[in-house]
């Protein structure tokens, strides 16, 4: 593909799942990974509480395997359709890709979603499942989830059920208090609701134990850098920071002139994963 042809594509891709914290899904795909020609597994994994989630398995390019697998939770707008270029730039690297769709989102199930919500918990039951099924089928392959935004929401609330099923865990846009996030909103006028009291989610957040990157955008203003390094400070040294230039989840694109899309991204992943 061109490479202006690309970029009016992630242009267009970007500006959908940028849009700021409202649950906005789209049962369309508006691509498959046979768009990019890369080799997958179309999958159903069904929750415990009976929910069908569809996903997405990119295999990781044989001549640098790094027998490593990431778990893609996204934002909480589009569905896993909208980071297939995301998704084969990580397994042309040799990362083997999981995405899937959280229910009411792409091909999953059908879920009534309020859009004023901040997430649902009941996104954390369809990650704990998916989760559970890639630990069964690579049980010798390390395993780790990529959240953003929401996304980082979902795998924080998750973590106290996954803990023993991954062994890192990486946020762009990471949500480190919830009630902060509905504060920030509120003052610009949009009124959020959280699905449970925030003291559950800081619960969750401040256990996590397992390696943990997080990217920040110096301009975002909601999922700020300075609450990323309070929730390190919390966290400890297994907790690691990096600030990019750039606006919310704008972290693929960071250097792209030198680096191409994801370029800078996929160096911050190979050092953490390298240094762990």
Do not use: W
């Given at each position: 593909m061109k490479i202006t042809v690309l970029l009016f594509f992630l242009q267009?891709?970007?500006?959908?799942?940028?849009q700021g914290f409202?649950?906005?899904?789209d049962r369309e795909y508006i691509r498959t990974p046979d768009s990019v020609s890369w080799d997958y597994e179309q999958l159903t994994i069904t929750t415990k509480d009976n929910f069908k989630l569809n996903s997405w398995i990119y295999q990781a390019n044989r001549e640098n395997d790094k027998d490593t697998v990431l778990v893609l939770a996204y934002p909480d707008a589009g569905n896993m359709s909208?980071?297939?270029?995301?998704?084969?730039?990580l397994a042309n690297a040799g990362y083997t890709v999981v995405t899937f769709d959280y229910r009411g989102f792409g091909k999953s199930d059908d879920?009534?979603?309020?859009?004023?919500?901040?997430?649902y918990t009941e996104f954390t039951l369809d990650l704990e499942a998916v989760v559970d099924n890639v630990s069964m089928r690579f049980d010798d392959?390390?395993?780790?989830?990529?959240?953003?935004?929401?996304?980082?929401?979902i795998a924080s609330r998750a973590y106290p059920h996954i803990k023993s099923k991954i062994d890192f865990i990486i946020g762009e846009g990471y949500v480190s208090?919830?009630?902060?996030?509905?504060?920030?909103?509120s003052d610009l006028g949009k009124q959020l609701t959280l699905p449970e009291d925030s003291a559950d989610y800081q619960k969750s957040v401040n256990s996590i134990e397992v390696p943990l990157l997080i990217l920040a955008a110096?301009?975002?203003?909601?999922?700020?850098?300075?609450?990323?390094?309070?929730?390190?400070?919390?966290?400890?040294?297994?907790?690691r920071i990096v600030q990019f230039e750039g606006e919310h989840l704008s972290g693929f694109q960071v250097e792209y002139d030198q680096k191409g899309f994801g370029g800078w991204y996929l160096e911050q992943i190979d050092q953490f994963l390298n240094e762990m």
């Open positions: 267009i891709t970007f500006g959908l799942i940028n409202a649950i906005d899904p909208y980071f297939v270029y995301h998704a084969a730039i879920f009534e979603i309020q859009r004023d919500y901040l997430y392959k390390k395993i780790g989830v990529l959240g953003m935004s929401m996304g980082t929401t208090d919830t009630s902060k996030i509905v504060k920030r909103y110096s301009e975002d203003t909601i999922t700020t850098y300075e609450d990323a390094l309070a929730l390190g400070d919390k966290l400890g040294e297994n907790c």
